[in-house]
Each structure stands twice: as C-alpha cells, then as structure tokens.
C-alpha cells in the first residue's frame, strides 16, 4: 500500500522537500510533486499563480464598455439604413415621375391624332347632327361640279 504525505514543513514540495511553492500559491500550499498551485492568490492565475489576472477595476471598465460599443454599432447600423431607404424613397420617386411623363406623353398624342382626325374631315352642311340622317347618306351631286 502506498501512502501520500505532505511535506513536513509546509510551503515545499518535492522528493525531499526542498523545493519551494510558488510565491503565489494560496496559503502556501502546492502539489508535493509537480509544485502546482492547489489555488492562487487573489490577482494571479496559471498553473503556478505566476500570471496577474484582470483586477476587478480592469474587468468593469471592459464590462461597462461593452454596451457603449454594441449602442454605437446599432446606431451606425440604423443610420445606414435611414441613409439607403431615402435613397431608395428618391429613386423610385424619380423613376415614377418618368414614368408619368412617359405616359402622359403618349396620353397627348392620342389626344393630338383625334384632334387632327377631326379637323382634318370635311364639314358639310349635310354632317350636321342636327340634320336628318337619310340627309347624310345622299351621295352629293357631282354632276353640277362639271
């Protein structure tokens, strides 16, 4: 049966304890092997508590900073897109308005053409509304016309 011991003296490790913890070992107290530290002073962290940790002043100024970044990237987020639906409010305005015209043009010439169809026909005194219709099919007399 094999049995573990600690080091008779606290604060050493090793096959004949002679070897010290690290300096910032919790309490003093390692592996009595390896020289790992069983835990670490407040401030260091690693295997052998030999690396500082963030202090606790460090880690609210990155913990407050956090939602200053996060607002200020939603806020550029919600500026680009007010900045592309004007964007896109103007374009289509403008492609309507040219579409209008467009129509609007081809409105008018029709209008134009009718114009000019009906000014173009002769107007007898026999094309009156007022006149009887049979009055209207009456071939005019071009014999008188020789």
Do not use: W
């Not at 010290?20 to 530290?37: A, K, R, S």
């Not at 996060?70 to 987020?77: C, Q």
């Amino acid at each position: 049966m094999v049995s573990l011991k600690g080091c008779p003296t606290p604060g050493y490790y090793g096959e004949d304890c002679s070897l010290p913890c690290p300096q910032n070992c919790q309490e003093g107290h390692c592996h009595i092997v390896g020289g790992t530290c069983l835990g670490c002073v407040p401030g260091y962290i690693g295997p052998t508590c030999d690396k500082n940790s963030p202090t606790s002043d460090q880690m609210s100024t990155c913990q407050s900073s956090t939602p200053f970044y996060t607002s200020l990237a939603l806020l550029i987020f919600s500026g680009l897109m007010n900045v592309f639906l004007v964007l896109r409010q103007l374009r289509n305005r403008r492609c309507s308005t040219k579409k209008n015209a467009g129509n609007t043009d081809k409105h008018q010439g029709r209008i134009n053409r009718k114009l000019e169809q009906a000014t173009s026909l002769p107007m007898s005194a026999s094309n009156h509304y007022e006149n009887d219709p049979e009055e209207t099919k009456q071939e005019p007399p071009y014999d008188e016309l020789q």
